[in-house]
Nanobody, 120 residues
């Protein structure tokens, strides 16, 4: 079994910052990438940022220059530093873990989500 534990969400004022963390544990053979997606009610889940095992990153246009994704491979943990937050960043943020198992199958695991609310 694979477990993802997210933390760091909460209420922040516009222009403020938050840092999300997601720690993966359990039967993990090989991690290919980790990342963050977000979802607001009535809309599809959307990409925020991802980081591969080699450190390559990808960001949604809406967060480029404001958010930064990083990873601690030794701890199987991914971080999302969010700066200059605005109301449009309000969403439930989900951690993604993309792995290859011992049978060479690609699998995705999702965290339960952490709520980020940007409001004055």
């Amino acid at each position: 079994q694979v477990q993802l534990v997210e933390s760091g969400g909460g209420l922040v004022q516009p222009g403020g910052s938050l840092r999300l963390s997601c720690a993966a544990s359990g039967s993990i053979f090989r991690i290919n990438a980790m990342g963050w997606y977000r979802q607001v009610p009535g809309k599809q889940r959307e990409l925020v940022a991802t980081i591969t095992n080699s450190g390559n990153t990808n960001y949604a246009d809406s967060v480029k220059g404001r958010f930064s994704i990083s990873r601690d491979n030794a701890k199987n943990t991914v971080y999302l530093q969010m700066n200059s937050l605005n109301s449009e960043d309000t969403a439930v943020y989900y951690c993604l873990l993309a792995v290859t198992n011992m049978w060479s199958q690609a699998m995705d695991y999702w965290g339960k989500g952490t709520l980020v609310t940007v409001s004055s």
